[in-house]
């Protein structure tokens, strides 16, 4: 009798296991089906600016002023975000001399022009942290010297192109809306609580929790050995296009970075310094250029889309160099910590496009000008 009800208690718990899988199986179908519906092109080539964006493009800076206030660090104010260097290198950026007429757009429009240039290397937190601690990693790099009007009026005369990057595909945000309301609750010491605005699930942002997760990463060994992206949209003359700086160590003489101290806080700019100062050995990438097939699911106006390869290659157009050099220095590191990047210090060629990069206009110029006002007055 009891082998009886325990045979049938078997058979039922073996089926219910099984049609709980079958409707794990469905659901994930349907869930993916969905997401392929929802994210296919055809998209636009054109920037779409939704209403209240510049009101909400305001409060975000007053929020970013509120971040910058908070991680004070003693005396001077940092970054509001990636506001610890390890370091701020001279490099060179050369156009291939062979590059294909489609791809010679804005700085690239010379084959075989070596533009000198700085390229700040920082982690991505609005806190100077332990190298160690899960973060993204930060690129940017200013070609110097660069003819042409600039696009913002403040920066007549500067002649620069910034290239502002960090090292994962996408963003943890779609849009201005979306930031302002995740960093709004961020600067409330919110972290996962800031994916999951209100009680409704139709507002929950998961899949986007996960991309903040992913960016969050382990260090690399050093700042030489990542990609770096621009994760927004820009103009590549009259194309879109997304950029990547990605190592190439191939153009480089062999060189392999002997095993860092990882427990050490600053142990990416120990890295740097050993390569370039210490072992002397240049360090190269190559810079590239991924321009928008709008038949695909390539949008504009939504960051946390990573444009996929297989939809539109990376190409490169030129070589970045970073010379063996000495930079670890009082001055050089004061000099990096004043310099001021932004995805809008540069030329229409290569204008921003896109509600993140419109947002990062305002609030770029503001948070620099911010910190600078109140270092100065120190
Ligand atoms: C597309 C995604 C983004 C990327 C790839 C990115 C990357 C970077 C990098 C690498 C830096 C450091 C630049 C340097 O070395 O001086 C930086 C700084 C900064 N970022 Fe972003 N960022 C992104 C989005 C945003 C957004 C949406 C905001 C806010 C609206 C923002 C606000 C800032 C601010 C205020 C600074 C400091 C500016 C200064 O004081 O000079 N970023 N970002």
Wanted: proline share 7%; with cysteine.
């Amino acid at each position: 009798m009891l082998t009886k009800l325990w045979l049938r208690l078997g058979t039922w718990l073996g089926t219910l296991i099984v049609m709980l899988i079958a409707l794990g199986l469905i659901s994930w179908a349907m869930a993916t089906g969905w997401y392929a519906w929802q994210h296919r092109g055809p998209v636009s080539t054109q920037e779409e600016i939704p209403a209240g964006e510049a009101a909400m493009t305001q409060d975000t800076i007053q929020t970013a002023i509120k971040i910058v206030d908070q991680h004070r660090e003693n005396t001077r104010y940092l970054r509001d975000a990636h506001a610890k260097a390890h370091g701020c290198v001279k490099a060179e950026v050369q156009v291939l001399t062979d590059l294909e007429p489609a791809l010679r757009q804005g700085v690239f429009a010379e084959p075989g022009k070596t533009w000198q240039a700085v390229m700040r290397l920082s982690n991505g937190n609005a806190y100077p942290q332990f190298d160690s601690i899960r973060d993204a990693r930060g690129m940017a790099i200013k070609l110097q010297a660069v003819p042409g009007t600039q696009l913002m009026p403040s920066q007549q005369g500067r002649n620069e192109q910034d290239f502002v990057m960090f090292n994962h595909p996408n963003f943890f945000v779609s849009d201005v809306a979306e930031y302002r309301q995740n960093i709004g609750a961020q600067a409330d010491g919110k972290k996962v609580m800031a994916f999951f605005p209100s009680w409704n699930p139709k507002e929950w942002q998961v899949r986007h929790l996960f991309i903040a997760l992913a960016t969050l990463a382990p260090a690399p060994a050093s700042p030489t050995q990542t990609t770096y992206f621009s994760v927004s949209p820009y103009k590549f003359g009259s194309v879109n296009a997304k950029y990547r700086v990605a190592p190439d160590p191939d153009s480089c003489p062999a060189y392999a970075l002997p095993e860092q101290n990882q427990a050490l806080p600053n142990f990416l700019r120990s890295a740097l310094t050993r390569q370039l100062s210490t072992d002397r050995v240049p360090a190269c990438f190559v810079l590239q250029i991924q321009r928008q097939n709008a038949n695909r699911f390539m949008p504009i106006e939504d960051t946390s889309i990573e444009w996929r390869e297989s939809d539109a290659p990376f190409e490169t157009v030129a070589r970045v160099t970073v010379p063996a050099q000495d930079f670890d220095t009082p001055s050089q590191n004061l000099a990096c910590d004043n310099l001021s990047f932004s995805p809008w210090h540069g030329i229409e060629a290569h204008r921003p496009i896109g509600g993140i990069n419109r947002l990062r206009k305002a609030v770029y110029d503001s948070i620099s000008e911010y910190r600078h006002t109140r270092n100065a007055q120190q």
